[in-house]
């Protein structure tokens, strides 16, 4: 009996709605709050979004000449492989699976419940309590109406994706266009106000400033365009991939780019620097000096729908890293299976959902994010190095898009993913040690699974 495999049927849109639908989630409505704390003038904070969206682009960029000619399942995982060996595959799989991927959507679905918490405030309240000491600092475990509810979301996505990608994608892209129309509303609202002033755009107020400002703006900046690569994990339901994937990647990440440019020019333009930096909500804040309570509403919904686009974005892609991985024989193996009917990986979707609902319900998902940042960048940096040592490893390689700056751009990308991630070891030594820690935790797995494969 033929293997049954995945099937091709995204296109260009539904492809570049995976790239901006991810990206933006909640980073565009709370980080300008922690950038403008960090540098204290808007102009370095417009200054660190456009170096920032140069950095991701120089990563798409990267990122689309393997995929096109590598459009398999599993994005990261089958470059690293194939350019470093499986372990470094495995890692990356392994860090998606038990931490990156699985937090990002316990954090989305979280901060669902906590935007519809403004409405319904009883989310919030405490269903019941574990009498052991799995909660903050030792306390009991208090589980809320809100984690239930953020659980069932996750659940309702596995199900929609379980039965399609076509179901997923067109979703997908139903759920951007909402998005970005909620979010282009709030940004011509705020450009627009007769409450605003271009006096605010030199508004300063105190920071630390100097370097450690420009990396901690930074990284803040880089965590609201994280999720541009999750499109490579889909790689092998990409339809026409040698041209869908560079157009969907580069136009994806540019309208990103755009659309955060806009928002916070919006927010600037109606709030000054002290102004952004007092609340903890900064496009709600714009909306309520110009609209009232009810225009600080209105950015809720938008919040939600933005979260909700992220959430199916996340869950669409993350699935296919676990079972490219068992496909290969690196992970438990009924992982790999992929239903007859609807060509899905229902077994990865479920896993990874499964495994992220028990994330929400720890209330210890931002802390094991957390750890896994130093690790991740170690595998972004490689993956984009990847393009370099696959043009020596693999020069038979049909390339049939290269990468625009090339060497320079994956080598700048390189560059200051080392950079931040000596940033990082220097400010957060303890986090990133357990980060590297929770990996080799992965090892003797490996070493077990490729005994088998003997």
């Given at each position: 009996m033929a293997e049954?495999?995945l099937?091709r ?12 639908g991810t990206v933006?989630?909640?980073?565009i409505?709370?980080v300008p709050?922690?950038?403008i704390?960090e ?6 904070v417009f ?6 969206g140069?950095?991701?682009l120089a990563g ?7 995929a096109a000619a ?6 990261d995982?089958?470059y ?5 060996g499986?372990?470094?595959?495995f890692?990356?799989?392994?860090t ?5 991927k699985?937090g990002s ?9 906590l935007?519809l918490g403004?409405?319904?405030?009883a989310?919030?309240?405490v269903l019941f309590?574990v ?5 903050h600092?030792?306390?009991p475990l ?13 659940f309702?996505?596995?199900?929609l ?5 076509r ?8 759920i951007?266009v909402v ?17 605003g ?5 030199s508004?300063v ?7 450690t400002g420009?990396?901690?703006a ?13 499109l490579n ?14 157009l ?9 780019i755009?659309?955060?440019?806009l928002?916070n ?7 000054d ?5 007092s ?10 000096r110009?609209?009232?309570r ?5 950015v809720s919904?938008a919040a939600m729908?933005s979260i909700?686009a992220?959430l199916?974005?996340?869950i669409?892609?993350?699935?296919r ?10 992970f438990f193996?009924?992982v790999?299976a992929?239903n007859p009917k609807?060509?899905t ?6 896993s ?6 028990a994330l929400?319900l720890?209330?210890r ?6 750890l896994?940042?130093f690790a ?20 038979d390689?049909d390339r049939?898009?290269?990468t625009?700056?090339y060497p320079?751009?994956p ?6 993913a080392v ?10 030594p303890?986090e990133s040690g ?9 090892v003797?797995f ?7 494969r003997?």
């Amino acid at each position: 009996m033929a293997e049954v495999a995945l099937r091709r049927e995204l296109g260009l849109w539904g492809a570049a709605s995976i790239v901006v639908g991810t990206v933006i989630g909640s980073g565009i409505f709370l980080v300008p709050k922690t950038m403008i704390l960090e540098l204290g003038s808007p102009a370095l904070v417009f200054a660190v979004w456009i170096f920032g969206g140069l950095l991701t682009l120089a990563g798409a960029l990267s990122y689309a000449e393997l995929a096109a000619a590598l459009p398999e399942a599993g994005g990261d995982y089958v470059y690293l492989k194939e350019a470093y060996g499986p372990f470094w595959g495995f890692v990356y799989g392994w860090t998606q699976m038990w931490v990156a991927k699985s937090g990002s959507i316990a954090t989305l679905a979280t901060a669902f419940f906590l935007y519809l918490g403004n409405f319904y405030p009883a989310l919030d309240s405490v269903l019941f309590a574990v009498p052991l000491p799995l909660g903050h600092n030792g306390a009991p475990l208090e589980i809320r109406y809100g984690q239930l509810l953020g659980i069932i979301i996750i659940f309702l996505f596995a199900i929609l994706n379980y039965f399609g990608i076509r179901v997923g994608g067109t979703l997908q892209i139903v759920i951007t266009v909402v998005k970005i129309t909620l979010i282009a509303a709030i940004i011509v609202i705020g450009l627009t106000a007769e409450a605003g002033t271009v006096a605010n755009y030199s508004s300063v107020m105190p920071a630390p400033g100097g370097l450690t400002g420009f990396f901690a703006a930074l990284v803040a900046a880089l965590w609201a365009y994280d999720g541009w690569n999750n499109l490579n994990m889909i790689g092998s339901e990409i339809r026409n991939p040698q041209r869908n994937f560079p157009l969907a990647l580069i136009f994806g990440t540019v309208a990103v780019i755009t659309i955060y440019l806009l928002a916070n020019a919006a927010y600037f333009y109606v709030l000054d620097a002290r102004g952004v930096g007092s609340g903890d909500r900064v496009a709600a804040d714009m909306m309520l000096r110009i609209l009232g309570r009810g225009g600080a509403s209105a950015v809720s919904i938008a919040a939600m729908i933005s979260i909700l686009a992220a959430l199916n974005g996340s869950i669409l892609s993350g699935a296919r890293v676990p079972y490219a991985m068992a496909r290969d024989g690196y992970f438990f193996r009924p992982v790999a299976a992929v239903n007859p009917k609807y060509r899905t990986p229902g077994v990865s979707i479920f896993s990874l959902s499964g495994w992220a609902a028990a994330l929400v319900l720890s209330g210890r998902y931002e802390d094991l994010f957390n750890l896994v940042i130093f690790a991740s960048w170690i595998l972004y940096g490689m993956s984009a190095a990847a393009v370099i040592v696959l043009r020596f490893k693999r020069p038979d390689l049909d390339r049939p898009y290269r990468t625009l700056g090339y060497p320079v751009v994956p080598v700048v990308f390189v560059l200051v993913a080392v950079a931040l991630l000596l940033a990082t070891l220097v400010k957060s030594p303890r986090e990133s040690g357990l980060g590297l820690g929770l990996i080799l935790a992965g090892v003797p797995f490996y070493l077990s699974w490729k005994s088998r494969r003997v």
